[in-house]
């Protein structure tokens, strides 16, 4: 009998890897079926029903309704601002990184091997520690509690320029950028003549930066004053907070609704790009 071996198409079988996964995807799926659950339910219940289960009424559509009206629809204006910190920001972040990953990785010149180490330095730096130097140059420039100072900060992302850098270098051949330049191509049509071949990695790129910039916490929360100007994520923890200020009203059905509303975007770009961004993961790791 011949001795069947593993492969992508005939894996083989580990019951504690398998048992290692099941931990893990129970452990992802939790905290969003007790998002999802309590979304379904009132103020009331809240509190006095189990929190991984249903309650006795099913209050998911008031509740999304009651979010998108309540403090005459601020929800929705908090959605507007981080849909625009995301467009400018992470797309200004990822076409930034594109062309610079593009250039380290096609040209040479000098200082080029500092500048690779700069930015694998800068990877090491989490943007938590350059939040508040942040905050004293913009507030010395007259930018904070404005939409510049959420946008200018995310357009650097050091990590996006690496994860280019490596793909441009692995996945596009040199002789094809030659025979570009052979037909009197130049540089800017040269590039968009092997753009294709960055599409996965640019996608990539895009929902690092989206979901990181969607999701940003710190910078905004001490960049902005202005409730008009909060996104999502300072938003939603002011009416989380205000159940503990004199006089406020506690909406937690209303925080938790607004938070299953807010991942339902970043979900959705997930599934539409899968094929996308899983191809620009494992493009890095190939040899082009």
């Excluded at 007790?34 to 209050?59: C, H, I, M, P, R």
């Excluded at 030659?178 to 895009?206: H, K, N, W, Y």
């Amino acid at each position: 009998m011949s001795r069947a071996y593993a492969s992508p198409l005939n894996p083989r079988k580990s019951l504690p890897l398998s048992a290692i996964a099941g931990i893990a995807v129970i452990y992802t799926v939790i905290p969003l079926f007790w998002l999802v659950v309590n979304a379904t339910k009132t103020e009331d219940e809240l509190a006095t029903t189990f929190g991984l289960w249903f309650g006795t009424s099913f209050a998911l559509w008031d509740n999304v309704v009651e979010t998108l009206t309540y403090q005459d629809g601020i929800f929705l204006g908090w959605f507007w601002n981080t849909l625009v910190y995301v467009v400018l920001g992470a797309g200004g972040a990822t076409l930034l990184a594109v062309l610079a990953g593009y250039a380290l990785a096609m040209y040479e010149f000098r200082g080029k091997k500092i500048v690779l180490a700069t930015v694998l330095a800068a990877v090491a730096v989490p943007g938590a520690a350059l939040a508040v130097p942040t905050f004293l140059l913009f507030s010395e420039l007259g930018i904070t509690n404005t939409p510049a100072a959420v946008i200018l900060p995310s357009l650097v992302a050091p990590f996006s320029l690496y994860l280019m850098w490596a793909l441009a270098r692995d996945a596009i051949p040199v002789e094809l950028l030659e025979a570009a330049r052979i037909d009197g191509a130049g540089e800017g049509r040269a590039f968009l003549t092997v753009a294709s071949l960055l599409a996965p990695g640019t996608v990539t790129v895009l929902l690092f930066n989206v979901v990181a910039t969607w999701n940003n916490y710190f910078l905004p929360l001490i960049m902005l004053r202005n409730p008009d100007l909060y996104p999502l994520t300072i938003g939603l923890t002011s009416w989380n907070n205000q159940a503990a200020t004199v006089g406020g009203d506690a909406v937690y059905n209303l925080v938790i609704t607004g938070s299953l509303l807010t991942i339902i975007p970043l979900i959705a770009a997930f599934l539409l790009l899968q094929r996308y961004w899983q191809a620009g993961l494992a493009a890095g790791s190939v040899k082009g």
